[in-house]
Nanobody, 128 residues
Framework: QVQLAESGGDLVQPGGSLRLSCTTS????????IGWFRQAPGKDRERVSC????????YSYDDMKGRTTTSKDTAEGTVYLQMDNLKPQDTSVYYC?????????????????????WGQGTQVTVSS
C-alpha cells in the first residue's frame, strides 16, 4: 500500500536552492521512516537524508550534510527536502524511499532493492 511520489526538481544555478516534495499518506508517515536518496547515471545510489516516523528527527549524510533540511507534514502526508547551496555534483535523480513493510527500515540503516520501495524520482540539475 506504500505509495511515494517525488516532485520539485528543476534546473538551478550553483548556489541556488530547491525544495523537493515526497507525497505519500498520513498513515505511511505515521509508520515508516522515510529516506531521501539520489542516483546519478553510472553511480551507486547514495543516501541524502532521513526522517523518522516516531518523532520527526532527521539525519543527513555525506556530501550534502549541512546543506539539507528534511521535514514533514504528517497530516498532509508529505515529506520535504530543502536543499541549499547546490553544487554541480548534486545533479542527480532524487528519490524518496522506505521499506515495503513497517519496521523493516530505520533511519541509519540500509534500504536495498529487496526491502525498499521508491517513487519515480525527480530530476535536479545544477548548472550555470
Amino acid at each position: 500500500q506504500v505509495q511515494l511520489a517525488e516532485s520539485g526538481g528543476d534546473l538551478v544555478q550553483p548556489g541556488g536552492s530547491l525544495r523537493l516534495s515526497c507525497t505519500t499518506s498520513r498513515s505511511t508517515l505515521e509508520q515508516y521512516d522515510i529516506g531521501w536518496f539520489r542516483q546519478a547515471p553510472g553511480k551507486d545510489r547514495e543516501r541524502v537524508s532521513c526522517i523518522k516516523s516516531s518523532d520527526g528527527s532527521t539525519y543527513s549524510y555525506d556530501d550534502m550534510k549541512g546543506r539539507t533540511t528534511t521535514s514533514k507534514d504528517t497530516a498532509e502526508g508529505t515529506v520535504y527536502l530543502q536543499m541549499d547551496n547546490l553544487k554541480p555534483q548534486d545533479t542527480s535523480v532524487y528519490y524518496c524511499g522506505t521499506a515495503r513493510a513497517p519496521d523493516h527500515f530505520r533511519c541509519g540503516g540500509q534500504l536495498s532493492a529487496h526491502n525498499g520501495t521508491w517513487g519515480q524520482g525527480t530530476q535536479v540539475t545544477v548548472s550555470s
